[in-house]
Antibody, heavy 121, light 112 residues
Framework: QDQLVQSGAEVKKPGASVNVSCRASGYRLSTYGLTWVRQAPGHGPEWMGWIGIKNGDIKYAQKFQARVTMSIDTSTITAYMEVRSLRSDDTAVYYC??????????????WGQGTTVTVSS | DIVMTQSPLSLPVTPGEPASISCRSSQSLLHSNGYNYLDWYVQKPGQSPQLLIYLASNRASGVPARFSGSGSGTYFTLQIRRVEAEDVGIYYCMQGLQSPGTFGQGTKVEIK
């Protein structure tokens, strides 16, 4: 069964960085695209960015461009997302999700279980 | 960014009755390849979102046939033919035509 397994919950202080991992199981990571989405408490999902693994293309939502880096380690079939200069409003559940196409942003058919990141002093 | 607007935001339903959610986009989601880049997701309490419909009208693998999607351009609809108790959750539309992907505000479906 195709799965995405994410790293565990994190508690960080304002100004720190966090690295969330997302490991693919049961399928070839390079065949699909991968999206990162976050959801703040009581809010809807917010699209953060996408990696087209086949061609190495990466798209970031403009609001995250300066503070977020997405990457892939194909040898370990793991995707990573680093968020720097954390603020209290970065407190959210962070999800990775597989896209049906290696080129398109649509059709997120497999989701990770989510990683809770809490930013608090 | 493309703005997605859903209605209603709250939808009380009776099991066995049909239900419908609409989603409008601020720009056409119709690509030159003929596909509309509109997805529907549901998020049940305490769970990750799940894909229901992609490219406006294609049911995702394992999704019951009572769910259907329609529409083109800037107006889309998700229909549930006969609601079941397990369908409670928050339903979101999302456009995947251009970066950044954007979600609607969500429609909370609950049993009357």
């Amino acid at each position: 069964q195709d799965q995405l397994v994410q790293s565990g919950a994190e508690v960080k202080k304002p100004g720190a960085s966090v690295n969330v991992s997302c490991r693919a199981s049961g399928y070839r990571l390079s065949t699909y695209g991968l999206t990162w989405v976050r959801q703040a408490p009581g809010h809807g999902p917010e699209w953060m960015g996408w990696i087209g693994i086949k061609n190495g293309d990466i798209k970031y939502a403009q609001k995250f461009q300066a503070r977020v880096t997405m990457s892939i380690d194909t040898s370990t079939i793991t995707a990573y997302m680093e968020v720097r200069s954390l603020r209290s409003d970065d407190t959210a559940v962070y999800y990775c999700a597989r896209c049906l196409s290696s080129f398109g942003l649509y059709g997120m058919d497999v989701w990770g279980q989510g990683t809770t990141v809490t930013v608090s002093s | 960014d493309i703005v997605m607007t859903q209605s209603p935001l709250s939808l009380p339903v009776t099991p066995g009755e049909p239900a419908s959610i609409s989603c409008r986009s601020s720009q056409s989601l119709l690509h030159s390849n003929g596909y509309n880049y509109l997805d529907w997701y549901v998020q049940k309490p305490g769970q990750s979102p799940q894909l229901l419909i992609y490219l406006a009208s294609n049911r995702a693998s394992g999704v019951p046939a009572r769910f259907s999607g329609s529409g083109s351009g800037t107006y889309f609809t998700l229909q549930i033919r006969r609601v079941e108790a397990e369908d409670v959750g928050i339903y979101y539309c999302m456009q995947g035509l251009q970066s950044p992907g954007t979600f609607g505000q969500g429609t909370k479906v609950e049993i009357k």
